[in-house]
């Protein structure tokens, strides 16, 4: 029955797309997150790991831990190493990743620039022990896996970094904290702030939509930071072959003055 009431609504994309945001809109998740902010996302983040599955839809993965080993699996995606990439160009001697999980991103970043130092901070506790693991196993030595809240940032110096970066978290990240967590970010980057989140042209506070947080960043990163140079760069399906982010991802460089 459910079968047939999808394959009903697919037939008018419209239809469907206000269905699947309808859904999303009533989860439990987001109408506790509308009452009591992003530290909804925050706990069920920090226990994450305690629900088994993974996200990247991996077999044969062993259950326990199944979460982290499939973030550490998914280390050469093709949007981390596009990521990577980028972020490389700057040629950056220190980088802050915001929830790195176990450090997939940090893993491509080290292998590019071994003299640079990375430090990753994350909610989840297992997934820092786990990644600090994987990492030494990869003889990877330059960089930290700190356990840390996202707000925690706002303890890091001006400049501390050469680049801030983030990978799909700010759209966990809701209206009430995002203009916070931003000049944070801008105010402890050196260089750059860059980004690969989703993209909402027009909204700088966010619109819910499909289970996270959309928004205009350039615009959002261009109101607190106006002399910056702002890049954009739309994500494809060769770089992450999946409807929601080939249609509105987005990568974000924020060149600071």
């Not at 450090?103 to 997934?127: C, H, S």
């Not at 989703?198 to 959002?220: A, I, Q």
């Not at 109101?223 to 140079?229: G, H, L, Y």
């Amino acid at each position: 029955m459910k079968r047939l009431v999808a394959d009903s609504l697919r037939r008018s994309p419209r239809l469907y797309d206000l269905a699947c945001q309808t859904y999303s809109w009533l989860q439990p998740i987001h109408l506790k997150e509308m009452l009591l902010g992003s530290k909804v996302q925050e706990r069920a983040w920090q226990l994450r790991h305690l629900h088994g599955g993974n996200a990247w839809n991996y077999t044969n993965l062993p259950k326990d831990n199944e979460w982290v080993i499939g973030y550490w699996e998914s280390r050469n995606h093709p949007h981390r190493a596009f990521l990577a990439d980028r972020i490389a160009s700057y040629r950056p001697q220190s980088v802050l990743e915001v929830g790195c999980n176990c450090g997939p991103n940090l893993y491509q970043l080290a292998k590019r620039l071994p003299q640079a130092q990375f430090v990753g901070v994350d909610i989840n506790t297992a997934a820092i022990m786990a990644g600090t693991d994987f990492l030494l196993r990869e003889g990877i030595k330059n960089v930290r896996l700190m356990a840390a809240r996202l707000s925690d940032i706002s303890k890091a110096n001006d400049g501390q970094y050469d680049v801030v970066f983030s990978d799909a978290v700010l759209i966990y990240v809701g209206p009430r904290e995002i203009e916070q967590t931003v000049k944070d970010m801008l105010r402890i980057a050196g260089n750059a702030v860059i980004l690969l989140e989703r993209f909402y042209e027009g909204d700088m506070r966010g619109t819910y939509r499909y289970g996270c947080w959309e928004r205009d960043y350039p615009k959002l990163f261009a109101k607190f930071c106006p002399n910056a140079q702002i890049i954009q760069t739309k994500i494809t399906r060769a770089v992450w072959d999946e409807e929601r982010w080939a249609g509105s991802g987005l990568l974000i460089e924020v060149k600071k003055a």
